[in-house]
């Protein structure tokens, strides 16, 4: 008994000390919209990567929205009930994305947005890349392969998100500098490549051998469509496809000549915005810790203060692909 005695009295003096320490760690959530691909993977694991979390000086926690507004909605509830020092938020609608956003606000919680966008001036900051730019490039790309004739089918990601709906933006820009250029299908994989393969299988067999291009609003679809090309035995070089994100597969596909991409940088966005939500989290007494800051010379700092970070695209080339597929198998 005198030895259990003990035992609890330095127990009691442990706790006594940690709780300083514990008292001083902030605690931050992100709200992710889903984490079945690759892209978010890459963020959260940039998320943990980052210098504050690996030092011990924040804990962060990673909630998959699987891919619908009500379970993010939840998930943030849960945040401000558990008293989250900061969240940052990657919803996947961009108007139901605003309820939770108000009542984050409401209850003093900042909340940094991140990757798509919520309709909402209530976000602290922004850190993301300019969608509408993607989708112009990535249009342009295809478009410019097949001379500005033909006729293009176009996979979108899913409905009502500011991803989808800004690279759409960026797809028309493009195809309005090619008026002899016909979109002949539009529809959703909702980012999914086994999606996307289905809806480019139906489209081969609804069009034959009238599909000159296929604009893919991110990486996964885009592959989901070369699939599809495979499986009906036809040339890969008749289809100039496209996506953005740089995933690793894709970083692959451009390497083997089957399509084009835009690298999105997700080390970028997730450790400049969990910069931001520290930053936040301790009422400015910040100074930021990824590397971003200075890889990035037009992304600079401003003292925490700017709404928005707009974090650089980077065009995948043979040029530069090996380079990226050794710097992700790090």
């Not at 399509?259 to 970028?268: K, N, P």
């Amino acid at each position: 008994m005198k030895h259990i005695g003990s035992l609890l009295a330095a127990v009691s003096v442990a706790t006594l000390l940690a709780s300083p320490a514990m008292a001083d760690k902030i605690k931050i959530g992100a709200a992710v919209y889903g984490l079945k691909a690759e892209y978010m993977q890459l963020w959260s694991a940039a998320l943990k990567a980052h210098p504050a979390v690996k030092k011990g000086e924040v804990d962060v926690t990673v909630f998959d929205g699987n891919y619908t507004a009500l379970t993010q909605q939840d998930q943030i509830n849960t945040m401000i009930t558990q008293k989250y020092d900061a969240i940052i938020f990657v919803p996947i609608d961009a108007e139901a994305g605003a309820t939770p956003v108000q009542s984050a606000h409401d209850a003093g919680i900042p909340v940094i947005g991140s990757n798509t966008r919520v309709k909402s001036d209530l976000l602290t900051s922004y850190v993301g890349s300019d969608d509408v730019v993607s989708g112009y490039l990535e249009g342009k790309s295809v478009l410019d392969r097949i001379g500005c004739k033909g006729n293009v089918v176009i996979i979108e990601g899913p409905i009502g998100q500011s991803a989808q709906i800004s690279r759409l933006e960026g797809n028309k820009k493009a195809l309005a500098e090619c008026p002899n250029v016909k979109v002949i299908e539009d529809q959703t994989a909702n980012w999914s490549r086994a999606e996307a393969q289905k809806l480019m299988e139906n489209w081969l067999t609804a069009h034959p051998g009238q599909i000159n291009g296929v604009i893919g609003q991110n990486d996964e679809m885009a592959l989901g469509a070369i699939e599809a090309i495979k499986e009906a035995k036809l040339d890969l070089k008749n289809f100039p496809i496209s996506g953005i994100d740089g995933i690793s597969d894709a970083l692959r596909a451009v390497k083997a000549g089957e399509m084009t991409s835009i690298l999105q940088d997700a080390v970028g966005q997730a450790q400049g915005a969990l910069d931001l939500a520290i930053f936040y989290a301790k009422k400015g007494d910040y100074k930021p810790q990824s590397d971003i800051w200075a890889q990035y010379k037009d992304m600079p700092w401003n003292g925490g203060k700017d709404k928005l970070y707009n974090v650089p695209w980077t065009p995948v080339t043979t040029a530069n692909v090996d380079a990226l597929l050794a710097a992700r198998s790090k």
